[in-house]
């Protein structure tokens, strides 16, 4: 197997830049030490946590939840639990073939498992608005929206609406994708009074965007483009987006929260595109990665944990409440985002 030179420069910068992350976010709370040991924080839950572990006892009989990208990875495993708990869970996925084998793989272990599938690319506006009326059709509540689907460190493309490849499916697609969703959640949570709750999951490279977080006037440029630091944007967007939402629900009295999460480090799928460096780098790093069950636990733990109602705007790491980065937490670049989103949907959707 031959290594380039660039492939071990990228190693190394990653390594640089994840102990420096994880020294950003605390010895304690998300350092190496809770890595190692599975440390447990304030919420009784650490980074050995399990999904299963941290919804066990949970009663979700009453609820109806949408999981981007469940057809793999911790999609899978977070609609898996969901469903365990006797969610009814709608698989939102853009390989429909592979969404419905994961389905049957779930019922193989949990016949009443209430779980359907549903098409959804989220490089395409047409797409998500036939999603939406597709999911609208059916005729059901929505009390949890876990946007989950992602890519990773691809190299530069745009999307069939023109947008930044990276961009378009981690932030803009669920930027949509909510938005449709909203009055479906807002009507759900008055004639229920069951709060809603939606969760977008980020990463810890919210860390590492572009020099002011957003590229707002390169959002499509090959110049400059860096498939590292625009998967970095497109998380950073992530929170910024639960951060306006969250705010906005509060400003209007709404019955929903939104929340942010980091999975941790897990080689799945959504590493395709960097899977020889994803390899290397782990060799360095083996005692910060977690298996899938793991991963799925904080995507899990704030969708449907009792301790968490009322909770909202926060982002979490291992099961418990971190402080991102300083842009993240920035309302004025969260709001400019959502007015920026807004236009590009626009945009996209012209015919």
């Not at 040991?37 to 939840?65: H, K």
Request: glycine share 8%; aromatic share 8%.
């Amino acid at each position: 197997m031959h290594i380039s030179g660039e492939t071990v420069g990228e190693v190394l910068r990653f390594l640089r830049a994840l102990l420096y992350f994880k020294k950003r976010a605390g010895f304690k709370e998300m350092g190496i030490f809770s890595s190692m040991t599975g440390w447990r924080g304030r919420s009784g839950f650490g980074s050995a946590s399990t999904a299963e572990e941290v919804t066990e006892g949970i009663d979700a009989s009453n609820l109806t939840a949408i999981v981007t990208g469940g057809a793999s990875g911790i999609g899978l495993e977070t609609v898996r639990v969901l469903a365990l708990r006797k969610a009814h869970v709608i698989i939102a996925a853009r390989n429909t073939e592979a969404a419905n084998a994961a389905k049957e793989l779930i019922l193989e272990d949990n016949k009443t498992a209430r779980v359907d599938v549903l098409k959804l690319d989220l490089c395409s506006v047409k797409s998500i608005r036939a999603f939406v009326d597709n999911f609208i059709a059916l005729d059901v509540p929505l009390n949890i929206l876990i946007n989950n689907a992602g890519v990773m460190f691809c190299p530069f493309q745009l999307s069939q609406d023109g947008i930044e490849l990276q961009f378009a499916t981690n932030h803009l697609g669920h930027f949509l994708l909510t938005n449709l969703l909203l009055e479906k959640m807002k009507q759900t949570a008055r004639t229920t009074g069951i709060e809603g709750r939606i969760v977008n999951l980020s990463s810890i490279a919210h860390h590492h965007s572009y020099a002011h977080g957003i590229r707002f006037k390169r959002i499509n440029d090959s110049i400059g483009y860096s498939n590292k630091k625009a998967y970095g944007q497109s998380k950073l967007a992530n929170i910024l987006h639960a951060n306006e939402l969250s705010r906005r629900f509060q400003e209007e009295g709404i019955n929903i929260t939104a929340n942010s999460v980091h999975p941790g480090l897990i080689m799945t799928p959504l590493m395709r595109h960097s899977a020889l460096l994803m390899r290397i780098l782990k060799v360095f790093t083996y005692f910060l990665w977690k298996d899938v069950p793991k991963g799925a636990a904080t995507s899990c733990y704030v969708a449907l944990h009792p301790n968490l109602k009322g909770v909202t705007g926060n982002y979490y790491v291992d099961c418990n409440e971190m402080g991102p980065s300083a842009l993240a937490k920035d309302q004025v670049l969260a709001k400019k985002l959502w007015d920026f989103s807004d236009e590009l949907v626009k945009s996209a959707s012209k015919p």
